[in-house]
């Protein structure tokens, strides 16, 4: 077993809360396989956990310098010591290039969000489990970065954010030419076309559909009791939404025009648990432009990941 312990000078940080994370790191990595072939296995910052496929490795789009390699006793070896196989060099460094960490399960509405924009842009992430079992969002060092206590947050080698929709945007804007280039539009018009649905996600199909998702799907593996009262109130409330979506996709194939794009993958988290974890899918099957609409989004490779993400988290 080998200890890596990182290079404060190279953390270039100037955020507060990415800088904590990086303090005193000392972390124990061991072989693991040739597909995944590291994973730090203990860390003295609680959080550094990383267990990436090869895939991340190859796009690692950062180096942090390590400024060396210690043996199981603590003494220090030299980077050029005949002990360290070379494959130690070259993924330990990779490893730990990766600056994009989204806090919390892919299971939560607001992280898959998140990270479906993340798999849209084709840029590489970690995700940092929070158990929310264990209360571990409302703990003052996740607080630091999340202050309402909740998931995603999200942080990169600059800047530390909170709501996921803003989270998504960051991604867009920040890698504008990677991946999916349109996903935001590319002229404050088309942004401004796409924002003013993802808006409408928000604040006018997020509430109801998320209110029936968490009556339908949630409340019963919580042991928590259902309100006929609400799941009927805000099935209607979404109905009337669906009504006016169903006319706009009439119009066009997607909600801000001919292409995918934000506005449209905002709307998966909630619509998937709804139409596959409730028996309310028929709001959007029963609708034939909302239903069409609903089949081409969710049949995205980005969404598909997240999904299986899902089922093994
Ligand atoms: N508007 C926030 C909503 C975040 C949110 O509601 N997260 C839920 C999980 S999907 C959560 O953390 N719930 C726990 C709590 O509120 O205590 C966002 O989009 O990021």
Redesign the pocket.
């Known amino acids: 077993m080998l200890r890596y312990v990182t290079d404060k000078k190279q953390l270039l940080l100037q955020n507060p809360a990415v800088k904590m994370k990086f303090q005193a790191v000392t972390l124990k990595v061991r072989q693991r396989s040739s597909r995944c072939p590291l994973k730090i296995v203990e860390s003295k910052a609680k959080y550094r956990l990383i267990d990436l496929p090869e895939e991340h490795y190859q796009k690692a789009n950062k180096v942090v310098d390590i400024d060396g390699v210690f043996g199981e006793d603590g003494d220090r070896k030299e980077d050029n010591n005949e002990d360290i196989p070379e494959d130690y060099k070259r993924i330990k460094h990779s490893a730990l290039a990766i600056l994009q960490w989204v806090y ?1 399960p892919p ?5 898959s ?2 990270l479906a924009t993340l798999l849209e842009k084709d840029v590489p992430f970690q995700i940092i489990p929070v158990d ?1 079992s264990k209360g571990e ?2 703990k003052p060092d996740y607080l630091k970065i ?1 202050p ?5 947050a999200f942080q990169d080698e600059s800047i530390s954010l ?6 998504c945007r960051y991604v867009c804007e920040k890698y504008a030419d990677k991946g999916n280039k349109g996903l935001y539009g590319t002229n404050p018009l088309e942004k401004a076309s796409i924002d003013q649905w993802v808006e409408a996600e ?1 604040q006018s199909f ?1 509430p109801p559909s ?1 209110a029936l998702v968490f009556q339908l799907a949630f409340a019963p593996r919580m042991n928590i009791p259902q309100d006929q009262g609400a799941i009927k109130q805000n099935e209607e409330k979404l109905q009337k939404v669906l009504d006016i979506y169903e006319r706009r996709l009439g119009e066009s194939r997607f909600l801000a025009g001919d292409e995918f794009t934000f506005a449209d993958l905002s709307h998966l ?1 909630n619509g998937d648990y709804l139409v596959n974890a409730t028996d309310k899918g028929h709001l959007f099957t029963s609708r034939e432009n909302v239903g069409r609409w609903w089949n081409e989004i969710s049949d995205r490779e980005s969404w598909k990941k997240v999904v299986e993400m899902r089922k093994s988290s």
């Open positions: 919390g299971l939560s509405t607001a992280v969000r998140v929310m969002h409302k999340q309402f206590g909740q998931v995603p909170f709501e996921s929709r803003s989270i928000g997020g998320g988290p």
